[in-house]
């Protein structure tokens, strides 16, 4: 049996008053955050994951109407059936399991499926499942079990005997239906791919059995829960199966089930369910594509054209010879072939280790076409040359909302051209319009930055777009172009860009319905551009900029539907950040007119979460530094008249907590900045402590953000202010070409502020910083004594041999991050030596005063770790206080729990001897030894 049933209807958690409690790591572990709610279309019923730092998660469900709770245990990623009557939520091994598991048997654990019906309260359960799906109208669900791993005596001899081994990719299993209204369950064997309709009526599958010789298509009739079959065969493996919205067509790839599937050519068949038809599809325009196993399908949202993907060739994965005699051992060429080896070229595309990491993806890389279901025409749309459609770049799936809605065009774009000047320049595009009718290009754009991406108008008229500065508007038929905001004194790139290259935008908002406007963000106010006159209406009449509010527009849809479109006079919900007191507000426009309303707006930070894709229902969190970010729902353009849904604040309040407020103060060269200070939880006025200084770059929006309750590579804010600790978190506003100067410059300056204020201790100041941070650390202290004690996580400490090194998670270099990236430096090595030089800490370490803890994961995949080691053989050379954390198989960011317990209690423990004093363990003054253990 796959499933058993359990009642729940387990209520909120309840947290008891008692005397406030201190917060240690114990505390941290247990508790719990919420995690990515969802609410029903019909915006009754609301569920979220709740995540504790440490442990197994459970997923809530609440009615909002009737409040009535439900909770599923070691439940995650809830998804909700469309009426909201039933909940799933995906069950992972539990913790317990994954911990004392061996690590060889880790990945074979299987995962299960919960199931609830809301209204009657039954949660079943399903284990060993791969997917689960509700169909549109969440009348019916398919749970697809995972390939049983065991094969009977009597498979494992009848498959040898006809001598195949069947790929992982070929095999199928049990898919069990269930119509959610009548209760009838139908279970179908050997199913490969499977795929609802949108109008909720049909369901398609493909079934394959190798082994005996059997391969089918098949439509299921989701009322009565029976399988028709459509096309069978002895010897043709089913690949990928569509239908049509409409439900009047349904197709599917096969190929020949003796060849490998690598190598396995696939065609395409279809079937007009109207005129009772199946047609093969056949390349009648000679044009040489063809079909392979990844070659996914997909129908329009109008059923006039099918999308599919396909590949200029399908060739068998290459084999290297086995040494299969003695003679073998001496033959030459049987010994090249056994080599082991990568050849870099200087011209090569991309570097190496770049084109290793992506070669997965290029290996099953596919080129849109489309298939015009009326005349049978296949068109390709993209190709070797323009090889990104309707995306920037390839995704796991080609078939976006907007590609899928498209009409006439759609946005290509390549990046073929640029991929050599990657290494030192960044991420470029070309960007073209794709004619889906002949599959005719044109480029509209060259050399674009990959992430400004151009917007299509709703009726294919417009392109919108951003270059250096300026907002332009592409006329599609008259091939014209129109500077939108040239005459404009408001500038449209990003004001706070400090990196040595051109300044993006603020972005986009959505298009109206009719192609007539079209919203565009400054760094404050909202835009309405006219598509024919090319006139700017500000939507927020200067209200932005006037009183430093940030507008945007809210939108929480799902990233599958199409973007947002407006229509005139609709009235708009926005959120405002307030630059000056890092408080938000929700707020109410009308398209086409000037002004803004107030709905709500304070000391807090608002996050719009979910909405309701029927019903006019918004979720949204509201959280302080010391107010858990609880959700709240309310109508759309209402916010302010609310129901808040949880109280996982409780949590907090039974804790000792600390208060947060902002600090303002100009640095020596007269630039005003902003930080925030976190006060401790027992803070006594007039009373000055000890502060941990923790910083990346632009802090102080996170005054009224909710502290992280975890323990990882960072100062959990909550524990080290239960301990008598300030947090000081300023901005740093970089200079291009001396980044650790201005660094230097921002901390100083706040922190001597901090000890004019009479708040922090002035020989009693640590500094911890990760990555980036982690740099600006290991810098500042070469500059300055004033840091008693210091951490950095991950630094670059010598940014001459960090030039050139690579970025082991994307195989990247990191050439571009120093001359036109976060590390600001603006000009290469060989341009600047001195620069790169004078910026590095390495070369500096004999002006050190500051007591050092480093900390590197061996696998870091973002910055080498031997660039902590070159800064630890400085010092230690030297004659320097400094220790080395060296976390062993562990990347960028602590992966590993032991291990983010381990540093945090590492970074507590270091503080609190330089700062407070303390006694000093022992791996602090005299190290550890190596020591090798043998685990049970």
Do not use: C
């Amino acid at each position: 049996m796959h499933f058993f049933v359990l009642i729940s209807l387990i209520a909120l958690p309840l947290w008891g008053q008692a005397a406030a409690q201190r917060v240690t790591p114990s505390e941290i572990m247990g508790f719990e955050a919420l995690d990515k709610p969802v609410i029903s279309d019909d915006g009754v019923i609301l569920a979220v994951e709740v995540k504790p730092d440490r442990g197994d998660s459970h997923v809530l469900v609440k009615n909002i109407n009737t409040q009535q709770s439900f909770t599923l245990a070691g439940g995650i990623k809830p998804r909700i059936s469309h009426d909201g009557r039933f909940v799933l939520a995906e069950k992972p091994p539990t913790l317990w399991l994954l911990e004392t598991t061996p690590k060889a048997k880790k990945e074979k654990l299987p995962s299960g499926l919960i199931l609830l019906d809301t209204v009657t309260g039954q949660i079943t359960q399903f284990d060993d499942v791969k997917q689960a799906e509700f169909n549109e109208q969440g009348s019916s669900f398919a749970l697809w079990f995972n390939p049983k791993q065991d094969k009977s005596p009597a498979e494992d001899k009848e498959a040898h005997s006809l001598s195949l081994e069947v790929n992982e990719f070929d095999k199928g299993s049990s898919l069990l239906l269930l119509n959610l209204m009548t209760g009838q369950r139908l279970t179908i064997d050997h199913v490969s791919a499977f795929r609802f309709d949108k109008q909720g009526h049909t369901l398609a599958v493909a079934q394959n059995d190798i082994t005996h010789q059997f391969h089918q298509v098949g439509l299921v009739d989701l009322a009565a829960l029976k399988l028709q079959v459509v096309k069978s065969s002895s010897n043709k493996q089913i690949g990928h199966v569509a239908l049509s919205d409409n439900g009047q067509y349904f197709s599917w790839t096969w190929g020949e089930a003796e060849v490998p599937p690598f190598g396995r050519e696939y065609a395409l068949s279809i079937m007009d369910r109207k005129l009772k038809t199946i047609t093969l599809i056949t390349d009648a325009n000679k044009d040489h594509w063809t079909l392979n196993r990844y070659s996914a399908l997909q129908f329009s949202t109008d059923s006039q054209r099918l999308f599919l993907g396909r590949v200029p060739q399908v060739a068998p994965e290459p084999m290297l010879k086995s040494v299969a005699t003695q003679q073998d051992l001496f033959n030459i060429e049987m010994l090249r072939q056994q080599r082991d080896l990568v050849v870099w070229q200087g011209d090569d595309e991309r570097i190496k280790p770049h084109e290793i990491k992506e070669y997965d993806k290029e290996l099953t890389r596919n080129y849109l076409a489309v298939l015009h279901l009326k005349s049978h025409q296949l068109v390709q749309l993209s190709d070797q040359k323009v090889p990104d459609l309707a995306q920037t770049d390839l995704e796991e799936t080609p078939f976006t909302a907007s590609l899928l809605a498209a009409k006439r065009y759609v946005l290509a774009s390549s990046d073929l051209p640029y991929r050599k000047m990657i290494t030192w320049a960044g991420f470029y595009r070309d960007f073209y319009l794709v004619d889906l009718n002949t599959g005719h290009k044109q480029r509209i754009l060259t050399q674009q930055p990959s992430e400004q991406v151009p917007s299509l108008s709703p009726k294919e008229k417009w392109i919108l777009y951003y270059q250096q500065g300026n907002v332009f508007l592409y006329d599609i038929v008259k091939i014209k172009r129109f500077n939108l905001t040239s005459q404009l004194k408001v500038p449209f790139a990003d004001e706070d860009h400090d990196y040595p290259s051109n300044a993006p935008n603020y972005g986009f908002g959505p298009w109206l319905a009719d192609d007539s406007a079209v919203l565009v963000y400054d760094k404050y106010d909202i835009w309405q551009f006219n598509s024919d006159s090319h006139t700017g209406l500000m939507l927020t009449a200067g209200e932005g900029r006037e009183q430093k509010i940030q507008y945007r527009l809210v939108d929480v849809k799902d990233e599958t539907q199409l973007p947002q479109t407006l229509v005139k006079d609709e009235p708009i919900l926005l959120h405002g950040y307030n630059e000056q007191t890092k408080g938000d507000g929700f707020y109410v426009a009308k398209v086409s007119q000037k002004g803004v309303k107030t709905l709500m707006s304070g000391d807090y930070k608002l996050t719009a979460l979910a909405q309701s894709k029927d019903a006019d229902r918004l979720v949204y969190s509201k959280q302080r530094y010391d107010l858990f970010p609880d959700l709240y729902t309310s109508n759309m353009l209402s916010p302010q008249i609310n129901v808040k849904q949880t109280d996982f604040d409780a949590q907090k309040r039974r804790l000792a907590w600390g208060q947060a407020e902002l600090v303002h103060w100009t640095n020596g060269d007269g630039q005003p900045l902003d930080g925030v200070f976190i006060k401790p939880s027992h803070y006594v006025e007039g009373q000055s402590y000890p502060v941990i200084v923790y910083f990346y770059r632009f802090m102080s929006d996170r005054l009224h953000v909710f502290p992280d309750m975890k323990l990882n590579h960072r100062p959990n804010f909550a524990w080290f202010a239960d301990n008598g600790y300030g947090i000081f978190l300023p901005d740093i506003r970089f200079e291009i070409g001396r980044p650790g100067d201005a660094s230097v410059r921002a901390l100083t300056s706040g922190v001597q502020h901090l000890i004019d204020m009479g708040l922090a201790k002035p020989d009693a100041i640590g500094l911890q910083g990760h990555s980036w941070a982690g740099y600006q650390t290991a810098y500042v202290i070469t500059q300055t004594p004033l840091f008693k004690a210091a951490v950095s996580g991950a630094p670059v400490s010598n940014m001459t041999s960090a030039y050139s090194g690579i970025r082991h998670g994307t195989g990247l270099a990191r050439q571009f991050q120093y001359e036109t990236g976060q590390s600001r430096i603006g000009k290469s090595l060989y341009q600047a030596p001195l620069d790169y030089v004078e910026n590095s800490p390495v070369f500096y370490a004999d002006k050190i005063q500051t007591p050092l803890m480093l900390m590197f994961g061996d696998k870091d995949e973002a910055v080498p770790w031997e660039q902590g080691i070159e800064m630890y053989l400085a010092m230690r050379r030297l004659g320097k206080p400094v220790v080395f954390l060296q976390y062993k198989d562990e990347p960028h960011h602590l992966k590993k729990y032991p291990n983010k317990v381990d540093y945090s209690l590492r970074m507590m423990a270091y503080f609190d001897h330089y700062l407070k004093e303390k006694p000093a363990p022992e791996w602090i003054m005299q190290g550890e030894a190596y020591q090798e253990y043998q685990r049970d």
